[in-house]
């Protein structure tokens, strides 16, 4: 089970950091993944994190002003935003893969509940 939280409120060039938490013991074999759905659009690979943490990837439009991290000991992977810029308001969902650095949201076999980020103009 994974619960992602720490969406809110922000001004256009500010931080966020948004944490997913998940539940059970195999968690530091999973690939995570960040993802987002603004309204009326798709659901977009945002950036990605492979099981070991040596690894990452992201999306073209937040490469750079976005980093993804994980803590295996504590179960968490972290999406650390700055920067943020109008077009980032969306849902951002995290989400666990066998695999390593799926772009893709059917690569991803579970799902946490989306956390809200706001970012005003």
């Known amino acids: 089970q994974l619960q992602a939280f720490g969406g809110g409120l922000v001004q256009a060039g500010g931080s966020l950091r948004l944490s997913c938490a998940a539940s059970?013991?195999?968690?530091?074999?999973?690939?995570m993944g960040w993802f987002r759905q603004a309204p009326g659009k798709e659901r977009e690979f945002v950036a990605a994190?492979?099981?070991?943490?040596?690894?990452?990837s992201y999306a073209d439009s937040v490469k750079g002003r976005f980093t993804i991290s994980r803590d295996n000991a504590k179960n968490t992977v972290y999406l650390q935003m700055n920067s943020l810029k109008f077009g980032d308001t969306a849902g951002y969902y995290c989400?666990?893969?066998?695999?390593?650095?799926?772009?893709?949201?059917?690569?991803?076999?579970?799902w946490g509940q989306g956390t809200l980020v706001t970012v005003s103009s």
């Open positions: 989400a666990a893969d066998r695999g390593a650095l799926g772009h893709y949201a059917y690569e991803y076999e579970y």
């Open positions: 059970g013991s195999t968690f530091s074999t999973y690939g």
């Open positions: 994190i492979k099981w070991t943490g040596t690894s990452t």
